[in-house]
């Protein structure tokens, strides 16, 4: 069964240190996401990417963020100055298309920022 | 502001009982949603999803009751089982395509 991959699965880092958290969708997915659950909260969305472009964000996703998809299978997200506030599991999530259906997640990737 | 409400927060049920979670939506706009179920350690899996132009959908022992009108949709979990016990999640979105809004979670137990 096809699946979203992430690394790392966790990551320590001190405040003020750039992050990237790595993706990669499933082969045929057109639609890419990144999402966060910060400890025992709900799931709150972060961006959306389609076509080499962001098309749609939300407020938490300010100026430290970014996001790429540097060749044809990965999907990262860059934290540039990280916070203690960023703590959280970061998922990467893809869907085929717009009108598809299912959004498939990966396992997550537990950030811990000190 | 909170675009989508979910209780109860936990619930604890016995085997073979029913599981009802509810949520509540604000966005007409929203014509996609979906439960999701999360294992610890484990990214959100959909569950099931519904759309507006129908009031109920059921796979296996999982149905979606929709109530349009009210602005509310339900989980409901028939003949529970304890490999049920995980949060289960509900969301909104304007298209199945879009970002999702989650409502908190609900924390299910299912007891022997």
């Known amino acids: 069964e096809p699946e979203v991959t992430q690394t790392p699965s966790h990551q320590v880092t001190q405040m003020g240190q750039e992050v990237i958290l790595r993706c990669v969708p499933i082969?045929?997915?057109?639609?890419f996401y990144w999402y966060r659950q910060i400890l025992g909260q709900k799931v709150e969305f972060l961006v959306s990417f389609y076509n080499n472009e962001i098309s749609e964000k939300s407020e938490i996703f300010d100026d430290q963020f970014s996001v790429e998809r540097p060749d044809g299978s990965n999907f990262t997200l860059k934290i540039r100055s990280t916070k203690l506030e960023d703590s959280a599991m970061y998922f990467c999530?893809?869907?085929?298309?717009?009108?598809?259906?299912?959004?498939?997640f990966g396992e997550g990737s537990r950030l811990t920022v000190l | 502001q909170q675009q989508v409400k979910q209780s109860p927060q936990s619930l604890i049920v016995q085997k073979g009982g029913i599981s009802i979670i509810n949520c509540a939506y604000e966005?007409?706009?929203?014509?996609?949603f979906p439960w999701y179920q999360q294992f610890p350690g484990k990214g959100p899996a959909l569950l099931i999803a519904?759309?507006?132009?129908?009031s109920e959908k059921k796979e296996g022992r999982f149905t979606i009751s929709f109530n349009k009108s009210a602005k509310q949709f339900s989980l409901h979990i028939m003949d529970s089982q304890p490999g049920d016990s995980a949060t289960y999640f509900c969301?909104?979105?304007?298209?199945?395509?879009?970002?999702?809004?989650f409502g908190k979670g609900t924390s299910l137990l299912v007891t022997p």
């Open positions: 082969s045929n997915h057109l639609y």
């Open positions: 966005n007409t706009a929203f014509d996609y």
């Open positions: 999530a893809s869907v085929a298309g717009t009108n598809t259906g299912e959004l498939f």
């Open positions: 519904i759309r507006p132009d129908v």
């Open positions: 969301a909104a979105s304007r298209h199945s395509g879009y970002a999702l809004n």
